[in-house]
């Protein structure tokens, strides 16, 4: 059986996001800063501060990750809350990829049947409403973009001016004699220092094409 987080006020996780969004960002993820910048007090907002830790948004020590940088652009908002999705309720992935698609009857029924809760338990209703509620700003469609960006940022971020990427490819080849030979090779790229998206796609996409068919 697995645990699946939940937060216990949708409200106020919905509500905390947006003034995330709003704000700039803090050295520190702090009770202060939520009180006085965000301005939201009171018990149910201590509560929520967590879940944006269990969230990727928040390193353990309060420090504000990329992520959480990613979901003040509106560009890649609802991507980086995709990711988190995927991360805080990795077990419904793991039975349904699509499981963001799926009605709210069929996420209850994977979240008993993963969790062992009863369907009118609160804390199958919690899960669910937690679930339905980062679903419905989350942006699925996006989510390799961002993995792309989170690629490209990686790449820049060091001191050379290039950096060396090896790809592993296997393939099963059949000789004259009709035998089947299997091939390993890697593949050292060269990247240039950019944080360009469409750098990165024309490289991959031209990978792809070209030498990983």
């Known amino acids: 059986m ?4 939940y937060v216990t006020s949708v409200g106020t996780l919905i509500n905390m996001l947006e ?8 050295p520190s993820f702090s009770q202060e800063f939520v009180e006085k910048t965000l301005l939201m007090k009171g018990g149910t907002a201590r509560a929520t501060m967590p879940f944006l830790k269990k ?22 908002s609802g991507a980086a809350i995709a990711a988190s999705m995927r991360e805080l309720f990795s077990p419904l992935f793991d039975n349904d990829e699509k499981i963001y698609e799926r009605s709210d009857k069929d996420v209850k029924e994977v ?10 338990a609160q804390v199958t209703k919690m899960t669910l409403a937690t679930f339905k509620a ?20 990686d790449v820049t971020a060091g001191p050379s001016s290039e ?12 000789n004259e004699s009709g035998e089947a030979i299997n091939l390993s090779y890697t593949i ?3 990247l240039p220092p950019t944080s360009d998206i469409k750098v990165f796609h024309a490289i991959f996409g031209a990978l792809k094409e070209h030498l990983l068919k």
Not at 2 to 5: D, F, I, K, R
């Open 134 to 153: 980062l679903n419905a700003i989350a942006e699925f469609s996006d989510i390799d973009e961002l993995k792309s960006a989170e690629i490209a940022e």
């Open 19 to 26: 003034k995330v969004k709003k704000a700039s960002v803090p």
């Open 55 to 76: 969230m990727g948004l928040v390193a353990d020590d309060g420090t504000p990750t990329e992520r959480y940088r990613q979901f003040r652009n509106e560009n890649r």
């Open 188 to 190: 050292n790229l060269n």
């Open 2 to 5: 697995a645990n699946l987080p």
């Open 163 to 174: 950096t060396i990427q090896p790809i592993t490819v296997q393939k099963t080849v059949t």
């Open 111 to 120: 979240i008993v049947e993963i969790t062992g809760s009863e369907k009118t």
